[in-house]
Structure formats: C-alpha cells, structure tokens
Nanobody, 126 residues
C-alpha cells in the first residue's frame, strides 16, 4: 500500500487546514488510517486515527475538539480537518495505514501501522 499525504501549508493562528491521505496499491480500503506529526526537535506523536472496520475515530487530547478525522471509502482517502490551529500544531504531518483491529486496540501506537506516507508540512504562525 502506498500513501500520499498533501494539504499542508502556512496558516495563521486560529485558521484551518484540511489534510488528505490517499491510499493506493493492494486492498487500500482494508486499512485504517492514522495521522502522526513531528515538530522540529521533538519526537513523533500520534494525532488521530480512524478505523476502517466500523469508522471509529480516536483523538489525542491535544487536538480533541479542534481536529476531525474522516474518510471517503470510495476514494480510498482519509482527511484531517484542522480548525483553531495553534503555533504548537506546527509540524510535519504523516499518515499511516494499519490493520483495522490493530488500530481499534492501539490507535496511538506507531507499531500498529504498517505503511507510512511522506510528510506534509503544516506551519501555524502566531
């Protein structure tokens, strides 16, 4: 499975962006999708995930209420709508694909994901 993430950019604090992650290759619709981010000088952190089995969604506390993850199964695409962005949201955002049950059990664990896309940079100015 190949993943392509796009939609990053520069936005002012309080603004919004929508990231997209499109899967291709073998059985792209099977996998659940997660979003992770890595800020300069920091470790990668989990942001949000969506299961392909029942559409369950999961969020890190830092983005809950501001970010919304969704998917369009027909397009093999997952989205991350980011609202009320803050400078601390600045990071390279990565999407990843994993077994749907693995994501239900451990959405925040990077080990639950088998495939990773390239990152897309989100910069939030103050």
């Amino acid at each position: 499975v190949q993943l392509q993430a796009f939609g990053g950019g520069l936005v002012q604090s309080g603004g919004s962006l929508r990231l997209s992650c499109t899967a291709s290759g073998r059985t792209p619709g099977y996998y659940g999708i997660g979003w992770f981010r890595q800020a300069p000088g920091k470790e990668r952190e989990w942001v949000s995930s969506i299961s392909s089995s029942d559409g369950s969604t999961y969020y890190a506390d830092s983005v809950k209420g501001r970010f919304t993850i969704s998917r369009d199964a027909a397009k093999y695409t997952a989205y991350l709508q980011m609202n009320s962005l803050k400078p601390e949201d600045t990071a390279v955002y990565f999407c990843a694909a994993g077994d749907p049950m693995g994501i239900v059990i451990a959405a925040a664990n990077s080990q639950a994901y088998d495939y990773w896309g390239q990152g897309t940079l989100v910069t939030v100015s103050s």
